[in-house]
């Protein structure tokens, strides 16, 4: 079963920030969470991960809730470029170990 | 950035016959590459762990015997799919650990089988 759960859809204008929800009731203290985004016919993207504090990088903000049973994904400006599936996951860190998957959220953006 | 190169991107082969997929790590070593499995407009399933040097862990409900895993070097993990049926017809993806940067995943491999 999978062990995020996220909002099926989601629709923005474009250049307006986005909030993906995701949670993740049965992280373990030592998971990271991760966000990764799908396009069509292609393999997914790292955008972001984290395991306590807020994070940013050049594509977006990571926003962990303080229990840290859910986070948010922000997009600052959304373009038609950010159109795609998005994905969380919590993982322990070391890399060992494979994603596992929820549904994701399909993302759409209009113009 | 981390680069994963999977190969072929789109394959057809026959029911019956096998099918090789390469996974690359370009430019760092992946000592553990992990295969998904993809069909039409549902999530990523994670089918198998390959390990660098050791047997592959597979998911429960992966046929071992009809997805061989091969993990011979730092750089390089093949995923045959051994006669294959329709049913088998899927977008299979590999993935890699890339150390601080979480997963880098290959473009995806797209299997028919007629």
């Known amino acids: 079963d999978a062990k995020t759960t996220q909002p099926n859809s989601m629709e923005s204008n474009e250049e307006e920030p986005v909030h993906l929800p995701c949670n993740h009731s049965?992280?373990?203290?030592?998971?990271?969470i991760h966000w990764y985004r799908q396009l069509p016919s292609q393999g997914p993207e790292y955008v972001i991960h984290?395991?306590?504090s807020n994070v940013n990088n050049r594509m977006a903000s990571l926003a962990i809730a303080e229990d840290r049973k859910s986070s948010t994904l922000i997009l600052h400006r959304a373009t038609l470029r950010d159109a795609a599936v998005y994905y969380c996951?919590?993982?322990?860190?070391?890399?060992?170990?494979?994603?596992?998957f929820g549904k994701g959220t399909h993302l759409i953006i209009q113009p | 950035g981390a680069v994963v190169s999977q190969h072929p991107s789109r394959v057809i082969c026959k029911s019956g016959t096998s099918v090789k997929i390469e996974c690359r790590s370009l430019d760092f070593q992946a000592t553990t590459m992990f295969w998904y499995r993809q069909f039409p407009k549902q999530s990523l399933m994670l089918m198998a762990t390959?390990?660098?040097?050791?047997?592959?862990?597979?998911e429960q409900g992966v046929e071992k015997d009809k997805f061989l895993i091969n993990h011979a070097s730092l750089t390089l993990s093949t995923l045959t799919v051994t006669s294959a049926h329709p049913e088998d017809s899927s977008f299979y993806i590999c993935?890699?650990?890339?150390?601080?940067?979480?997963?880098?995943f290959g473009s995806g491999t797209r299997l028919t089988v007629v």
């Open positions: 049965t992280i373990s203290g030592t998971d990271y």
């Open positions: 996951a919590h993982i322990p860190g070391g890399g060992a170990d494979g994603l596992t």
């Open positions: 984290g395991l306590t």
């Open positions: 993935s890699a650990s890339s150390g601080g940067y979480g997963y880098t």
């Open positions: 390959s390990n660098e040097g050791s047997k592959a862990t597979y």
